[in-house]
C-alpha cells in the first residue's frame, strides 16, 4: 500500500512538471490577442478537399458556405470523395457545384484513406493547379471570411496552418456543449499562444490547410490511422514544421447530442491516440531530446497525460481492492478519491468557466445555458475515463457519425 502511495504522490508531481508550461499558456490566453491584418496578400488558387460518407443532408450547405466565401471564387474549387455511399450525397454535392469522385472500398475505411484516393485523382487530373489544400469534414460551414483569412497566414510563409474551430449547434444539449467547449479551449488557451510565442500549433480533425509543397513531400496522404488528424500533427511537427494558427479563420462543425454516439466517436478517438503513441512516441522522445520544444509540448499535453492519467487511476483502483479487508483504511482511500474527484470538477470549472468568458461572443446559445454547461463540462470530461477503458481493449473501427444540423437551424445570438 506505501509503494501505490507513494507513487501517487509521484504521478501527481510530475503531472504538474508537465503542464506546468501551460500555465504560461492559459495566462496568454486570457488576454485578447488579434492577428496583425495582412494588406494586399498574394492571391492563390486552392483546392478544398471534403471526404462524406452519407452526408446528403449537410454537404450543400457546406458548399454553399464556400461559394459565399470573400475569397475571389475563380481561384477556388471545391472537391468531394463520396466515400462508401449509398444516399445521395455525390448527387447533392456536384448540383451545388463541387467536382466530386466515388470511392468505395469495404476494406480500407477511413478519413484518411479517402483524403488519399483524393489527392490521386486531384493530382492526375488537374496537374500543377493548386497552390494549398484545405481539408474539411461534410458537416462544417465556413465564415464568410474563412478562406481570405487563411490566405493572409499563407502569405505570411506558413505551409501549414489550423483555423478557429467553432460549433453549430453548442447550445443542444450538455453532450454537444462538453465537445464544443474541448475545442474552443484548445483554440484558445494552447494553439492562440503557441503561435503567439512561435510554436507549432495542433491540427484537430477539420479546417486545416497545407500546401502543395508539403502535399509533394508526403507524396499524397499517408497517414491512415484512426485520429489521421493527430497522426498528421506529431509527423509534421517531428520533421521541423511549424503548424500555424489562423484565430480569424472561424469554421463551425456539428458535434454529437447524442451520448452513445458521443462516446462511440470518442472511443474511436481513444483508440486512435493509442495507435498514434505506440507509432509516434519514440520518434517525439528524440526531438524533444534534440531540443525541439513543439515536441515537448505534444509529448507533454499527450503521451504523458494519457499515461499519468491511466496510470493515477489505476493506482487508486489498486489501492480500494487492497484496502477491502479493512473498513476504516478502505473508506479513507475512498474518501481521498472522492476528494480528488472533486479537485478535478473544481478544475475543469475554473477551464470551461475561462473559456466560456473568454469565448462569450463566440458561442451560439443564451447566456443561461452558457453558464450551465460550464458545470457538465466536468461531467462529460469524466466519461472520458471509462470511454479511455474500453478502447485499450476494443477493436479498431471506424463508424460514421450522424449529421443533420442546417445551417437554417444557426440562429445568431438566439436559444435553440
Known amino acids: 500500500m506505501k509503494v501505490l502511495t507513494v507513487s501517487l504522490q509521484m504521478i501527481g508531481v510530475l503531472f504538474c512538471l508537465c503542464h506546468l508550461f501551460q500555465l504560461f499558456y492559459f495566462m496568454i490566453g486570457l488576454f485578447p490577442h488579434k492577428q496583425e491584418e495582412k494588406k494586399h496578400p498574394a492571391l492563390h488558387r486552392y483546392a478544398i478537399l471534403i471526404c462524406a460518407r452519407n452526408e446528403e443532408k449537410v454537404i450543400g450547405d457546406l458548399i454553399d458556405s ?161 485520429t489521421e488528424d493527430l ?14 494558427y489562423c484565430s480569424e479563420a472561424v469554421i463551425y462543425d456539428e458535434q454529437p447530442v447524442d451520448l452513445m454516439q458521443s462516446c462511440r466517436q470518442r472511443i474511436r478517438w481513444a483508440k486512435g491516440y493509442l495507435q498514434v503513441f505506440r507509432n509516434y512516441t519514440l520518434r517525439l522522445m528524440k526531438g524533444m531530446f534534440q531540443g525541439n520544444f513543439c515536441c515537448f509540448d505534444l509529448f507533454c499535453n499527450g503521451v504523458a497525460t494519457y499515461m499519468l492519467l491511466v496510470a493515477s487511476v489505476l493506482c487508486r483502483f489498486l489501492m480500494i481492492l487492497l484496502s477491502i479487508g479493512d473498513k476504516s483504511l478502505f473508506l479513507d482511500i475512498v474518501h481521498a478519491a472522492m476528494f480528488d474527484m472533486f479537485k478535478a470538477y473544481a478544475f475543469l470549472c475554473v477551464t470551461a468557466l475561462a473559456t466560456t468568458i473568454t469565448e462569450w461572443k463566440q458561442i451560439r446559445c443564451s447566456a443561461v445555458k452558457k453558464l450551465a454547461y460550464v458545470f457538465s463540462y466536468p461531467i462529460f470530461m469524466f466519461t472520458y475515463l471509462p470511454i479511455s477503458a474500453i478502447a485499450f481493449f476494443s477493436k479498431p473501427a471506424w463508424k460514421p457519425i450522424r449529421h443533420d444540423f442546417r445551417v437554417e437551424d444557426m440562429h445568431m445570438g438566439h436559444d435553440y
Open 231 to 244: 497522426e498528421f500533427t506529431l509527423d509534421q511537427t517531428i520533421k521541423g514544421h511549424r503548424i500555424a
Open 66 to 226: 464556400i461559394h459565399h466565401q470573400t475569397y475571389p471564387q475563380e481561384l477556388l474549387q471545391p472537391f468531394v470523395m463520396a466515400d462508401n455511399c449509398n444516399d445521395d450525397t455525390a448527387t447533392i454535392a456536384l448540383s451545388h457545384g463541387a467536382i466530386v469522385y466515388s470511392r468505395h472500398d469495404g476494406q480500407k475505411i477511413g478519413k484518411g484513406y479517402a483524403l488519399e484516393a483524393l489527392l490521386e485523382q486531384i493530382r492526375e487530373d488537374h496537374p500543377q493547379k493548386y497552390d494549398g489544400y484545405f481539408v474539411l469534414d461534410a458537416d462544417n460551414i465556413l465564415k464568410e471570411d474563412f478562406i481570405e483569412k487563411m490566405n493572409e497566414r499563407y502569405s505570411e510563409g506558413f505551409d501549414l496552418i489550423s483555423s478557429y474551430r467553432n460549433s453549430k449547434n453548442f447550445g443542444c444539449n450538455w453532450i454537444s456543449a462538453g465537445s464544443a467547449l474541448c475545442f474552443l479551449k484548445d483554440c484558445r488557451f494552447l494553439n492562440g499562444p503557441r503561435d503567439l510565442l512561435k510554436s507549432s500549433c495542433k491540427i484537430t480533425g477539420t479546417g486545416f490547410f497545407f500546401s502543395e509543397r508539403i502535399r509533394q513531400e508526403m507524396k499524397g496522404w499517408p497517414y491512415h490511422l484512426l
